[in-house]
């Protein structure tokens, strides 16, 4: 093991330890951070400025403003009086209805951040409604995002397939091919369960009081903030953000960035007149910037230094080695989850899912189990604001430190895991 790697495992060390101390704002421990990554030279110049410039940052910053102007707008003000209604003033009842709504959308879009940005105004203007605080459903609500994420073959879930089966054919393993329904079925025990989890215990674990500061999806102004819009600005902002989402269900296939249609769609938030003055600067996520920003210097540095290899070397031994099928795929979700929770999840599962391909071609197994498997981990990766953007989003949203996250997280992740190995071991078994 080099020193850079020894120095880049420490200052990630460091850096969580401080997410967890709770002593300073994440954003400050974030940027502190990636400045040691880079006095160190874990990263350089060019990775340091290009974290700032990240797509999926300025997705999640641009529907920021947009979800900001959407918000004050009397159209989600009378939804959640009738959303409300229909539900008879109860919380629950009320977090299940978006809940589904949100999850409908993620196997459309494949960006959690979208899918977030786009529910999370609604429900929290019904938790506002009938006095409940947004911290009791804005991370329930992204962990069900981010388990059902392209599961249901409607969408987005193609894209994991076909990525899959072309590094099949670069390996050589020609006797597999996957399909949608394979994915479907293998993380269907493990969402279900999940799901179920969120809507009844989860819901009543979340703290109903927020730890910090709720500042996200929320237009701080005062009595401007609570003054109607004018007639024009009104349907303005009825017209920019709906066309806003609804250009993100089709990003693929119109061929414009997601990234691109937040940006116009926040620019004619502030064009319009929907979005003026102080409320454009409130509605910009700064602690949210940093932290993400943070997140994408440390998964850089440990991928720049070689940590990130070594660990996948590991798990491909220490899968080899073990001779029984639950062990292997516990091994392959244990090692993949940690990681994802330092790096980000999607990256994470794209730089092991070559590692494990070669190893058990090698093993002579069949290969779908085990791909399977990295995502089901992947995307359990809800305990830190390292492992995807739209962690950071949610605490933002729900007022929630890292602490209170982590807690939270604890008994979907080992729902996650318990289901996926055992199911993936009893379809595909290894030995």
């Not at 979800?67 to 629950?92: C, D, E, I, L, P």
């Not at 329930?140 to 987005?156: E, I, K, N, Q, Y």
């Not at 091994?331 to 494990?356: D, E, H, K, R, Y």
């Not at 981990?377 to 982590?406: H, N, Q, R, W």
Request: aromatic share 10%; charged share 10%; net charge positive.
């Amino acid at each position: 093991m080099s020193t850079q790697i020894v120095i880049c495992l420490i200052i990630s060390l460091l850096t969580v330890i401080g997410y967890l101390s709770n002593r300073f704002p994440m954003g400050v421990i974030a940027l502190t951070s990636l400045c040691a990554f880079y006095l160190t030279g874990c990263i350089d110049t060019v990775d340091a400025m290009s974290y700032f410039g990240n797509q999926n940052l300025w997705l999640c910053v641009c529907m920021f403003v947009c979800s900001a102007g959407f918000t004050k707008t009397q159209f989600v003000k009378n939804m959640a009086k009738k959303v409300n209604k229909m539900a008879k003033g109860s919380a629950r009842k009320i977090f299940f209805g978006y809940m589904i709504l949100g999850v409908v959308l993620c196997q459309f879009i494949g960006q959690a951040v979208a899918e977030f940005a786009i529910v999370a105004p609604l429900l929290g203007a019904s938790m506002d409604e009938i006095g409940v605080k947004r911290s009791k459903v804005m991370y329930p609500l992204v962990v069900a995002l981010l388990a059902t994420m392209s599961w249901l073959p409607m969408g987005a879930a193609y894209a994991f397939v076909m990525q899959v089966n072309s590094l099949f054919e670069t390996f050589g393993i020609n006797n597999y091919s996957m399909t949608v329904i394979n994915d479907m079925v293998l993380r269907a025990p493990g969402i279900i369960m999940m799901l179920i989890y969120v809507v009844t215990v989860g819901f009543n674990l979340a703290p109903d009081e927020p730890s910090t500061m709720i500042v996200t999806m929320k237009v701080k102004g005062g009595e401007e903030e609570e003054r109607k819009l004018p007639p024009f600005q009104e349907k303005c902002g009825y017209v920019v953000f709906f066309a806003t989402c609804a250009a993100l269900l089709v990003s693929g296939k119109i061929g414009i960035e997601p990234w691109l249609i937040s940006l116009i769609g926040a620019i004619l938030m502030v064009v319009t007149g929907v979005m003026k003055g102080k409320q454009i600067n409130d509605a910009l996520p700064v602690p949210y910037f940093a932290v993400f920003a943070g997140a994408l210097s440390m998964g850089g540095a440990l991928t720049n230094t070689g940590a990130a290899d070594l660990i996948g070397t590991m798990i491909a031994n220490m899968a080899a080695s073990v001779n029984n099928t639950i062990g292997v795929y516990f091994i392959i979700f244990l090692v993949t989850f940690l990681m994802t929770q330092f790096m980000l999840n999607g990256a994470i599962m794209w730089s092991l899912m070559p590692v494990i391909l070669a190893t058990v071609k090698v093993m002579g197994i069949n290969p779908i189990g085990a791909a399977v498997m990295i995502h089901i981990a992947a995307t359990s990766a809800y305990s830190t604001p390292m492992s995807c953007p739209a962690i950071p989003l949610a605490m933002e949203a729900g007022g929630y430190d890292f602490k209170s996250v982590f807690k939270q997280s604890i008994i979907p992740s080992t729902i996650m895991c318990v289901c996926g190995v055992l199911w993936v071991s009893f379809m595909y078994p290894i030995f």
